[in-house]
């Protein structure tokens, strides 16, 4: 039976995590909320959300349903399917660093969302906007560096080599990874400038990734939405800095 | 062997969340910054995190040592405890509804740490208070009755019944939804007046798991330290609701 995945039609955001693991792994999916043909879009996923019938509701998309099981939350749902996927190491101790690296990531996608929204999800940017220019300043000089400069030590220190971030084999961690790079080059693009020469291990995975024929087809495709303004990785050239 | 814990001496933070759940087992564990006796202090646990030697550093604490392996981030920690504490779900697929439950927890922490620092982790709260002020008016608002309503509704909702928030026995889960609910009073006990009568399940979990002979003993303990203003529950009565 095909996996169900449920996100927000319209944009990358978190669920375009999962989509890369599925995509690499030509995983058989439905991507409920944008098959527009079946006439579902985002309802039946907050109908789900908001069921008084279901065991375990999901506190907020991206979901996955595998038969009656619902995983919710990207890093769960990717330490779920990886292993299934052949996209999780295979040694079951590096399961967990392959989890904690992969939350070490979601913490960074929460930060990047909270450049465009230090004060308040509810509120539109444009009104939080001066808080935005803050923390984004903060977000560039400090936790970029923070967190590109531990992928890299970790990529550097992998004893398998720093082709992978974690073992010697492709985990759903890289392809996380591409996708952080690939976001916050669009996001921050004149910080990002010379990124390439400060974490060269972390720019080549990024290249390599990218490369990988079922990846490549994916990225080519109509399946994958371009960046925008609705997604984590915007791009307001007043939160980068000057060139 | 003995866990080995590896957090900031001097607040309940984010370690808290893995104590309470060696606690409650009885587990052979050192807290290792906190072992003054054995004169470690943090510097034991920076050195670890920045190893050139060390082949999977951790970004931050809390993380936990068991033998070689080193498993970061409070989530997963607890995921790898789990089931060797008892206090993981027996059915498989429920482990995954366990640790999606725990990744919620992991973003309200974030968001409760954010009420403080709305704009960067690096600067003093008194630099970003009015920001903070905004952010706590929001979080008090619209948060906490997202997050408390949906944990409320998930406990009601249980096929096992309410006591628990996944399955018929305690979990790690439960005893981090104590120390939210612990912590949110701590911080803004104006808005959390109300809470046992629009959150009656949760109450009644925070209750049960307080009275539960070990964790009890722990909370009587010089071992429980505090709440205090550089943790992540912090009270400053600027942020609450007024009465």
New interface residues.
């Given amino acids: 039976m095909a996996y169900e995945l449920y996100y927000w039609d319209g944009i990358q955001g978190r669920g375009e995590f999962v989509r890369l693991a599925l995509e690499e792994a030509r995983a058989d999916y439905v991507d409920v909320a944008r098959q527009s043909g079946r006439g579902l879009g985002a309802g039946v996923m907050l109908e789900l959300m908001h069921s008084?019938?279901?065991?375990?509701?999901?506190?907020?998309p991206p979901?996955l349903k595998d038969g009656e099981?619902?995983?919710?939350?990207v890093?769960?749902i990717l330490?779920?399917l990886g292993p299934k996927l052949g996209l999780a190491p295979k040694v079951e101790?590096l399961r967990?660093?392959a989890?904690?690296l992969q939350?070490?990531i979601?913490?960074l996608v929460?930060e990047v969302h909270?450049t465009h929204h230090?004060?308040?999800t509810?509120?539109y940017y444009e009104e939080q906007k001066q808080?935005a220019k803050?923390?984004s300043a903060?977000f560039i000089s400090?936790r970029i560096p923070k967190?590109c400069g531990?992928f890299e030590?970790?990529l550097q220190?992998?004893?398998k080599g720093s082709s992978h971030i974690?073992g010697d084999t492709l985990s759903y961690v890289d392809l996380s990874l591409f996708q952080v790079i690939d976001g916050l080059r669009y996001a921050f693009p004149n910080a990002m400038k010379a990124y390439a020469t400060a974490y060269p291990a972390l720019a080549a995975l990024h290249d390599t990734v990218s490369k990988r024929p079922n990846l490549a087809a994916y990225l080519r495709s109509e399946r994958r939405l371009a960046f925008n303004e609705e997604g984590i990785f915007r791009h307001y050239p007043e939160l980068d800095v000057a060139t």
Same sequence: chains 1, 2.
């Fill in positions: 008084r019938l279901e065991a375990h509701i999901p506190f907020a979901f099981l619902i995983v919710s939350h890093a769960n330490f779920y101790k967990y660093v989890n904690g939350l070490t979601t913490d929460a909270d230090p004060i308040a509810s509120r808080e803050a923390r903060a400090e967190f531990y030590q970790v220190q992998n004893p974690v």
